[in-house]
């Protein structure tokens, strides 16, 4: 079964440090979306993308965040400058095959087993 | 932000028996309600879901259930087995733009 693979698994970096978290969607959906779980908390929506723009953000993705599909299959999440409180699960996912495209995004989303990112 | 709730943080069920799993929200434009199911170290995994039109589904031994009058849904797992043993996460969206509402999940553990 196809599906959606993020790199690192773990990712330790300095506060202030970039990091960019790296997704492979399942190959033939075409829209992608970040979400992130800080531990105990809710898994919380950060971003979507489709036809290679954002679609919607959340209050979270400010200017910090940016994404990005530089090439036919990966999806990234770039942090300019992390923060302690960006330590958390981060989760791609992605939706919707050409065939289902018509209908627009639709809910059922495919997540990553997600990059844990530690700020430190 | 609480618009979806769930309050049992944790359950535990004999295997064979039901379990039923409980969400409530605030938000009356959702309109699409959907159950999502983790375990360590993977993603959230497609459990099953329901649209705003409907007041209940099946698939298999999962049934969900929305009471939209009491904006709350549930899901029930019958008979439960040990491999059900996960966090399920109820999400609700509201403007079919593939942004889900989490709840906290509850944390379901089927006894042998």
């Known amino acids: 079964e196809p599906e959606v693979t993020q790199t690192p698994s773990h990712q330790v970096t300095q506060m202030g440090q970039e990091v960019i978290l790296r997704c492979v969607p399942i190959s033939n959906h075409l829209y992608f979306y970040w979400y992130r779980q800080i531990l105990g908390q809710k898994v919380e929506f950060l971003v979507s993308f489709y036809n290679n723009e954002i679609s919607e953000k959340s209050e979270i993705f400010d200017d910090q965040f940016s994404v990005e599909r530089p090439d036919g299959s990966n999806f990234t999440l770039k942090i300019r400058s992390t923060k302690l409180e960006d330590s958390a699960m981060y989760f791609c996912?992605?939706?919707?095959?050409?065939?289902?495209?018509?209908?627009?995004?639709?809910?059922?989303?495919?997540f990553g087993s997600g990059t844990q990112l530690s700020v430190l | 932000d609480q618009q979806v709730k769930q309050n049992s943080p944790s359950l535990s069920v004999q295997e064979g028996r039901i379990s039923i799993l409980n969400c409530d929200y605030t938000n009356s434009m959702f309109d699409y309600f959907l159950w999502y199911k983790k375990y360590p170290a993977e993603g959230p995994t497609f459990l099953i879901s329901i649209s705003s039109i409907k007041d209940k589904n099946e698939d298999g031994r999962f049934t969900v259930f929305l009471n939209k009058s009491a904006k709350h849904l549930s899901l029930h797992i019958v008979p439960s087995q040990p491999g059900d043993s996960a966090v399920y996460f109820c999400?609700?969206?509201?403007?079919?733009?593939?942004?889900?509402?989490f709840g906290q999940g509850t944390e379901l553990s089927v006894k042998p």
């Open positions: 996912a992605s939706s919707v095959t050409r065939d289902q495209e018509r209908q627009g995004p639709n809910e059922k989303l495919f």
């Open positions: 999400a609700a969206s509201g403007n079919q733009g593939g942004k889900l509402i």
